[in-house]
């Protein structure tokens, strides 16, 4: 499962931070579980936090930053129960009341720790509830380590297209799809020009979509747009400051991934019924 890279990009690699943002209430299922953060949410008899915890490890990532907010305990305490290698390779950062503002607030947390915002860095941003398949990962990974260079230069994310109907199939019509709105450039780059969400029964069937793989990578450059941007206007998620910054300037780009590897986000029962389902007698 592990990603064979050159001595050489297993030394850009390095650069690569996950922050995994574990703050938020999780009210969508709040209803369901009962004092433990949705990250700490079993999928097939491991927490989802557990799956991409080990699933990068894999992948060669050496350094990891949780953020923690609403029963911040529950994740401390899960990680003081790994062994103490990977506890090393662990950096958690209390949003103190940050995450009640909102998803934006709760990453920007990680200004408070000056040893994680350096030049050079690439930040993988991802929500502390969502299950990824190991392959996706993996896949994502191998095109970031193909093009650590390019990405110390620009902010992506992935996407894959989809067909609604498909799509209907799998999920619960009341989810929240994240869509991205593209255009292509004269040098064939792929510019992301909004970060839409659409509740997926308000699609038509016939319509194929770029749904956005819940993760943002993301350069110096931009968090340092993003903090500058914050104190100017009035936003509480990720997206919705994206797409500030993004009507006026190209910033964002759109990365292509196979649609075969497959995510789920966690925002209800049924998805954690029917992933579990899905996921019975099957390893990671």
């Given at each position: 499962?592990?990603?064979?890279?050159?001595?050489?990009k297993?030394?850009?690699?390095?650069?690569?931070?996950?922050?995994?943002?574990?703050?938020g209430?999780?009210?969508?299922?709040?209803?369901?579980i009962?004092?433990?953060p949705?990250?700490?949410?079993?999928?097939?008899?491991?927490p989802?936090?557990?799956h991409?915890?080990?699933?990068?490890?894999?992948?060669?990532?050496?350094?990891?930053?949780?953020?923690?907010?609403?029963?911040r305990?529950e994740?401390e305490?899960?990680i003081?129960?790994?062994t103490?290698?990977?506890?090393n390779?662990?950096?958690?950062?209390?949003?103190?009341?940050?995450?009640?503002?909102?998803p934006l607030?709760?990453?920007?947390?990680i200004?408070?720790?000056?040893?994680?915002?350096?030049?050079?860095?690439i930040?993988?941003?991802?929500?502390?509830?969502t299950?990824?398949?190991s392959?996706l990962?993996?896949e994502i990974?191998?095109?970031?380590?193909?093009?650590l260079?390019?990405?110390r230069n620009?902010?992506?994310?992935?996407?894959?297209?989809?067909?609604?109907?498909?799509?209907?199939?799998q999920?619960?019509?009341?989810?929240?799809?994240?869509?991205?709105?593209?255009?292509?450039?004269?040098s064939?780059?792929?510019?992301v020009?909004?970060?839409?969400?659409r509740?997926?029964?308000?699609?038509?069937?016939n319509?194929?979509?770029?749904?956005?793989?819940p993760?943002f990578?993301?350069?110096?450059?931009?968090?340092?747009?993003?903090?500058e941007?914050?104190?100017?206007i009035?936003?509480t998620?990720?997206?919705e400051?994206?797409?500030?910054?993004?009507?006026?300037?190209?910033i964002l780009?759109?990365?292509?991934?196979d649609?075969?590897?497959?995510f789920?986000?966690?925002?209800?029962?049924?998805?954690?019924?029917s992933?579990?389902?899905?996921n019975?007698?099957?390893?990671?």
């Open positions: 499962m592990e990603i064979n890279l050159s001595l050489q297993n030394k850009l690699i390095e650069n690569l931070i996950p922050i995994i943002l574990c703050a209430e999780g009210t969508r299922i709040s209803d369901f009962h004092n433990i949705k990250p700490l949410i079993k999928i097939y008899d491991k989802i936090l557990s991409l915890i080990f699933n990068l490890i894999k992948l060669n990532i050496t350094s990891i930053v949780i953020i923690t907010g609403h029963l305990e994740i305490k899960y003081s129960s790994l103490k290698s990977l506890q390779k662990i950096l958690l950062v209390n949003s103190g009341n940050n995450y009640k503002m909102g607030y709760s990453f920007l947390s200004t408070n720790k000056k040893s994680i915002l350096r030049k050079g860095k930040y993988l941003v991802f929500p502390g509830d299950y990824y398949e392959n990962l993996k990974l191998h095109i970031i380590s193909n093009n260079t390019i990405m620009k902010s992506i994310i992935f996407y894959q297209k989809m067909k609604v109907i498909n799509l209907k199939t999920l619960n019509s009341k989810k929240l799809i994240s869509i991205a709105k593209i255009e292509k450039t004269r064939k780059e792929i510019v020009k909004e970060v839409q969400q509740k997926l029964s308000e699609i038509d069937n319509e194929e979509i770029n749904q956005i793989v993760l990578v993301f350069n110096h450059r931009i968090i340092n747009k993003i903090i941007t914050e104190r100017k009035s936003a998620t990720i997206r400051i994206l797409n500030h910054i993004i009507k006026h300037k190209n780009y759109a990365v292509p991934i649609p075969q590897y497959r789920i986000d966690i925002d209800t029962k049924s998805d954690i019924l992933l579990n389902q899905k019975k007698g099957k390893g990671q």
